[in-house]
C-alpha cells in the first residue's frame, strides 16, 4: 500500500513562487514517469508536467517558461517549482508515479494564488 505525499503548496500572491515535492510513503520499486497535474474548482484534472527517469520533459503550454519539474531518483521524489505565479494557477496540485503495473496518486496540496 502505497501513498504519494504531496507538500510545498501554500496562498501566495501573484507574481509569487512555491515549490512543490513529493515522495511515496513507501518504496516505488521502480519509477518511470514522474509527473504534477492540477485540478481547478469547477475544471478537471490537467496535466501540468512530466518528467522521464532520464530527465526529459514535457510541459503544459500554460507552464512553459514558468514551471521547472525535477527528480531525485535515489529518494523517489519529484519537485515542481513554480515561479510567476498567477491567479488562473490557483488548484489542487496532485503528483503521479507510475512503475511498470500502475499509476500512484497523492492526495493533492492546494495552491491559491491571489490577485
Known amino acids: 500500500q502505497v501513498q504519494l505525499v504531496e507538500s510545498g503548496g501554500d496562498l501566495v500572491q501573484a507574481g509569487g513562487s512555491l515549490r512543490l515535492s513529493c515522495a511515496p510513503s513507501?518504496?516505488?520499486?521502480?519509477?518511470?514517469?514522474m509527473g504534477w497535474y492540477r485540478q481547478a474548482p469547477g475544471k478537471q484534472r490537467e496535466l501540468v508536467a512530466t518528467?522521464?527517469?532520464?530527465?526529459?520533459?514535457n510541459y503544459a503550454d500554460s507552464a512553459k517558461g514558468r514551471f521547472t519539474i525535477s527528480r531525485d531518483n535515489a529518494k523517489n521524489t519529484v519537485y515542481l517549482q513554480m515561479n510567476s505565479l498567477k491567479p488562473e494557477d490557483t488548484a489542487v496540485y496532485y503528483c503521479?508515479?507510475?512503475?511498470?503495473?500502475?499509476?500512484?496518486w497523492g492526495q493533492g496540496t492546494q495552491v491559491t494564488v491571489s490577485s
Open positions: 518528467i522521464t527517469r532520464t530527465g526529459s520533459t
Open positions: 503521479n508515479m507510475k512503475d511498470w503495473l500502475q499509476a500512484y
Open positions: 513507501r518504496n516505488i520499486f521502480y519509477v518511470d514517469v
